[in-house]
């Protein structure tokens, strides 16, 4: 059986670092690092990725974010600000997804690069951080499975199972 030691990694006064937000901050450096060699590969501009990385970053945070809040409004009709506390939770892969190619779109645009290109040279670092990132759900006890008694099974604490699975335990 296996447990998650809880969403944080440590706390110092008022400053809490999150497995979730460390995890998502490492697997950013990896990609960049890994899309950076490869735009060499591809001969694209010096330089290119690094100049996109905080672009890409910030739109695709506040396209997660939107698109998360989109789906979820019944939460955020009598208190519309709080779609802005991002810090409570709450952001979709679909949202960042969007925005992001977006982004890169319109980057690609203008500095004229080849949109393909530097995709191919992205989506490397998009699938190697979406696997580094899940571990995040695994802290947070967050997108996991059905209920089982399978020998690898993962204890889910009451508070984050679905109401259809209040009974079950492990999953």
């Not at 030691?5 to 890994?34: D, E, H, K, M, S």
């Not at 950076?36 to 396209?63: C, H, M, W, Y």
């Not at 949202?95 to 779109?105: C, D, E, M, R, V």
Request: aromatic share 14%.
């Amino acid at each position: 059986m296996f447990t998650s030691p809880g969403p944080v990694l440590f706390q110092f006064g008022p400053l809490t670092l999150r497995w979730y937000g460390l995890l998502i901050a490492t697997a950013v450096l990896i990609g960049l690092n890994l899309s950076s060699r490869l735009a060499q590969t591809r001969k694209l501009e010096n330089g290119l990725i690094s100049d996109l990385l905080p672009l890409l970053v910030l739109f695709s945070v506040i396209g997660a974010r939107l698109y998360y809040v989109a789906f979820e409004w019944h939460n955020y009709t009598n208190q519309p600000m709080k779609a802005l506390a991002i810090w409570e939770g709450g952001i979709a892969i679909h949202g960042a997804l969007i925005a992001g190619t977006l982004t890169l779109l319109l980057f690609c645009r203008w500095r004229r690069q080849p949109f393909l290109d530097v995709l191919d040279v992205l989506v490397p670092s998009l699938a190697l951080g979406q696997a580094i990132g899940r571990w995040g759900n695994f802290f947070n006890s967050e997108a996991f499975g059905v209920p089982t008694e399978l020998p690898w099974k993962l204890f889910i604490p009451y508070a984050n199972r679905p109401v259809i699975y209040a009974d079950a335990e492990f999953f």
